[in-house]
């Protein structure tokens, strides 16, 4: 395999397939890449109720959650757990 020179120092590969975690990686770096575009993107075109605080700032784990967002945030994570 390309890149494939034995490191895996927590083993994982003697329980996971390696193509299968090969995967998930690259699909968590797209959603990575997704989130630093997503962030400053969203302070700047969300609808002024969802931004809260007197600097008006998107929620976030860094900024902070209000009761809605809480609720927001926490059925997006779920959905992404759920499709994972």
């Not at 400053?40 to 969802?50: I, K, N, R």
């Not at 605080?53 to 929620?59: C, F, I, Q």
Request: avoid cysteine; glycine fraction near 14%; proline fraction near 6%.
């Amino acid at each position: 395999h390309a890149g494939d020179f034995g490191f895996d120092p927590l083993g994982f590969t003697e329980t996971e397939d390696l193509y299968t975690l090969m995967e998930a990686e690259i699909r968590h770096a797209r959603l990575a890449m997704l989130a630093v575009v997503g962030w400053p993107l969203s302070e700047l075109g969300a609808p002024q109720w969802l931004l809260h605080g007197n600097a008006h700032l998107a929620p976030s784990v860094l900024n902070g959650f209000d009761p809605l967002t809480f609720i927001g945030v926490a059925a997006i994570f779920g959905g992404f757990g759920y499709f994972e």
